[in-house]
């Protein structure tokens, strides 16, 4: 018997194609028919919601070319973690808007790296309204999954998250839920105070493979949960009570394909990241030669997690992920 086919993210627009966040990379996912696009959230100097996939900016654009910047390479503490940089919240936006994208990883991705230096940073409210703009031309509902990154620390720096978000979502008529919209984060509290703003989406609780939220680690310390813990009998009850579902690293369900159903049985949504068909991304047995570029059994690897019944999948190629995830089971 078949089964709806899982929700096809466009994961930081088509990556595999187009440096990722740029406008190109968003306008090619729509024109590949993905069902929504997934942003990432960071924040300016002055406020302004700024799509990237991390507040440290320099392996994604070109600031390190810029001499006026060059005094802004600093060392900061994220998310307890030590990076080296140039980071957006030191960056007005109009001062941001005149850096460009740059592929991630060149050397595995370099059809996409022949676009750099052509399109800017986007902001938030850009993609709001292409995203809107797209479903209403093509005559179909395209969601966004907005991804609110580093939320405790953005928080410590004195910015007020969850407003700021509601503020921009309420003005670009995004809050009602009229538009398909899901808002997700690794950091559990931020979820709850976007809900409690009145914002009307579907909360997806982003959990990795190993670890602990940083949220609930600045909250209890060494105390605080693994996210393996999140994930058993009891983790999972209390989040059917918390969150609308659950955004899980593929490798704990290509481990543990019953989680997803686990899940389900308590009324939660299973999502899953990352598809992508590269060797460097694939699990051990599905990687095929020793190029790390090159394309693996990503059809055997993705086969395993479509079946384990998911909700909704991330993908860097979506004219793959569509063609794959679009598919019957007997087609598969």
């Known amino acids: 018997m078949s089964r709806r086919r899982p929700l096809v993210i466009g994961h930081r627009g088509a990556p595999g ?4 966040h740029s406008l190109a990379s968003y306008e090619l996912a729509l024109d590949l028919g993905v069902d929504a696009v997934e942003p990432d959230i960071v924040f300016s100097q002055d406020g302004v919601a700024v799509i990237r996939h991390e507040n440290e900016i320099g392996s994604t654009t070109d600031v390190a070319d810029h001499p006026e910047f060059a005094s802004r390479r600093v060392t900061k503490e994220v998310d307890g973690a030590s990076h080296t940089g140039w980071f957006v919240e030191d960056f007005t936006w109009n001062e941001l808007t005149t850096l460009r994208c740059r592929e991630r990883l060149p050397l595995l991705r370099s059809r996409s790296a022949a ?10 409210r850009e993609l709001l309204d292409l995203v809107a703009a797209a479903g209403e031309r093509e005559g179909r509902a395209i969601g966004i999954v907005l991804e609110v990154k580093h939320a405790t620390y953005f928080a410590s720096q004195g910015y007020d998250v969850a407003g700021l978000l509601a ?7 995004w809050n009602s839920g009229a538009r398909q919209l899901v808002i997700e984060s690794f950091e559990q509290r931020i979820l709850q105070r976007m809900r409690d703003r009145g914002i009307r989406a579907r909360y997806i609780y982003l959990l990795e493979a190993e670890g602990r939220a940083v949220d609930l680690v600045a909250a209890e310390g060494p105390d605080a949960p693994t996210y393996a813990d999140q994930l058993t009998a009891g983790g999972l009850d209390r989040l059917a009570h918390e969150v609308d579902g659950i955004s899980l690293d ?51 690897e993705w086969r395993r997690i479509a079946d384990a019944g998911v909700d909704g999948v991330f993908v860097d190629h979506p004219d793959l992920g569509v063609a ?9």
């Not at 676009?115 to 938030?124: T, V, W």
């Not at 503020?167 to 008529?173: F, G, I, N, Y």
Request: negative net charge.
């Open 250 to 300: 593929k490798r704990v369900i290509l481990e543990d394909p019953g989680v997803v159903g686990d899940a389900h049985r308590r009324g939660l949504e299973v999502y899953t990241w990352t598809c992508r068909p590269e060797n460097a991304f694939l699990a051990p047995e599905f990687q095929r030669g020793t190029d790390a570029a090159s394309f693996g059994d990503w059809e055997g």
């Open 324 to 332: 794959f995830f679009g598919r019957s089971d007997t087609d598969r």
């Open 167 to 173: 503020a921009e979502l309420q003005d670009a008529a």
């Open 17 to 20: 194609y187009r440096p990722e």
């Open 115 to 124: 676009f750099d230096g052509r399109h800017p940073i986007m902001r938030l």
